[in-house]
């Protein structure tokens, strides 16, 4: 990172960043983790550099979601949705939709994030695109956990009301669930 820094490439130098930051939550170092995103946020805000933010506002909201932040979470991730439907990339959505899906599971909102999961489903279908391995994990801890909250025949209805949806209408659901 240095070595970017010296020649002036900050994206690529915040990209390093975010490497760092999975690398020490790998390890466990889930502070560092944060403190990095948090610094990642801030300078790509000053630079006007929107790919870096949205990372750092998908790992900051699901950081928030896991410490029973719900709001927070909710906050951080419309931003990134902001950012996502601003490039037009249907695939920031759809991991956009995983992120929202993740939040209302660990906010007690299952029913909400089956309709949310259902729908990232049927995107990551019609994309034809593959999951990083990182991303199944989320989606698999989440999903498991909005399934244990609900019988079978609520998680079914929900998850089939979800593939009506479209993003636009989940996000708006997700944002409203906390009211």
């Known amino acids: 990172m240095q070595r970017l820094r010296e020649v002036g490439d900050e994206h690529r130098e915040l990209q390093a960043m975010r490497w760092l930051a999975w690398a020490s ?37 699901s950081v928030a979601a896991r410490e029973g932040r719900h709001r927070d ?17 249907p695939v920031l959505v759809d991991m956009n939709l995983i992120r929202f899906g993740e939040s209302l599971a660990f906010a007690d909102r299952p029913e909400l994030a089956a309709r949310v999961f259902s729908l990232a489903e049927a995107m990551h279908h019609e994309l034809g695109w593959t999951y990083e391995d990182w991303l199944v994990a989320v989606k698999d801890e989440a999903e498991s956990r909005a399934r244990a909250q609900l019988d079978e025949a609520a998680f079914a209805a929900a998850w089939e009301q979800g593939r009506a949806m479209t993003p636009d209408e989940a996000v708006a659901l997700a944002l409203e669930s906390l009211d």
């Not at 390890?27 to 944060?34: M, S, T, V």
């Not at 403190?35 to 990372?55: F, K, S």
């Not at 979470?73 to 990339?89: H, K, P, Q, V």
């Open 25 to 61: 939550q790998e390890l466990g170092d889930a502070e560092r983790f944060r403190a990095l995103h948090e610094e990642i946020l801030q300078r790509a805000r000053a630079l006007g550099d929107v790919e870096p933010q949205w990372w750092s506002l998908s790992s900051l909201a």
């Open 73 to 89: 979470a909710l906050a951080l991730l419309e931003e990134a949705y902001g950012i996502a439907r601003e490039f037009g990339d």
